[in-house]
């Protein structure tokens, strides 16, 4: 994993309301083995502005001209960090946009939740899961699930395979690639932390037929 920038990012509001002020947010941009690059948005308790999630759109579009102008829109995965306050954990939202060559511009942006946790440290979380965020431009989410201590475990697919993630740190999770079986065999390893009545596998399989027959997967 390579950083290409970690920082403060100041970013312009123009054009919106002349009582709008300019805004600031944390922004960290590695680039993986692969070639995917992902950018971590982060609302800064400072930011006097309007926040990353109602300025995600021109966030992106001044982050892109900035450091990633030579870099395919579909080769940049963007993620949305909300730090832990008193009344919620820590977040991570997958953001998705539409892309506007002639403009270079981002539009539409679309939330997936990805992540919750208590705390989360940007570049921690940036190397522990690059294994997952770097095929992200192709995966997309087909199961969650919420344990007995209120942690979400989501499924999602790539190309290549499946992969789980959860914020219980308690979990017993690999970092490779999984097949459906693997799926499978991984939630029953977990069983302990779910509702013993729940059919967790069979709720998977479920899911999984239903992404074969919806989503083209």
């Known amino acids: 994993m390579e950083t290409i920038y970690s920082g403060a990012f100041n970013y312009r509001l123009s054009g ?9 947010c944390i922004i960290d941009i590695v680039r993986y083995d692969n070639g995917i690059h992902c950018v971590m948005m982060t609302e800064d308790k400072k930011n006097k502005g309007i926040s990353i999630t109602g300025a995600s759109d021109r966030i992106a579009t001044q982050i892109y001209s900035a450091f990633l102008k ?15 306050s008193r ?28 992540f919750e946790s208590s705390q989360v440290t940007p570049a921690e979380f940036l190397k522990k899961y690059g294994y997952v965020l770097k095929e992200l431009c192709s995966a997309q989410m087909i199961f969650s699930i ?11 697919a790539a ?3 499946f992969f789980i993630t959860s914020s219980n740190r308690s979990a017993k999770l690999t970092e490779k690639m999984l097949d459906a079986p693997g799926v499978i065999k991984t939630l029953k390893n977990n069983r302990k932390f779910f509702d013993p009545a729940m059919d967790i596998e069979e709720r998977f399989t479920t899911a999984l037929m239903k992404g074969f027959l919806n989503k083209g997967l």
């Open 16 to 24: 919106i309301s002349p009582q709008v002020t300019d805004g600031r």
């Open 70 to 84: 030579d870099v395919p829109p579909d080769r940049i995965v963007w993620i949305e960090h909300t730090p832990a």
């Open 87 to 114: 009344t919620h954990k820590a977040r991570i939202d997958v953001v998705q946009f539409q892309y506007h060559a002639k403009s270079a511009s981002f539009t539409n942006p679309q939330w997936k939740s990805f």
């Open 146 to 156: 919420e344990d007995r201590k209120n942690h979400y475990w989501r499924v999602w």
């Open 159 to 161: 190309a290549e395979g």
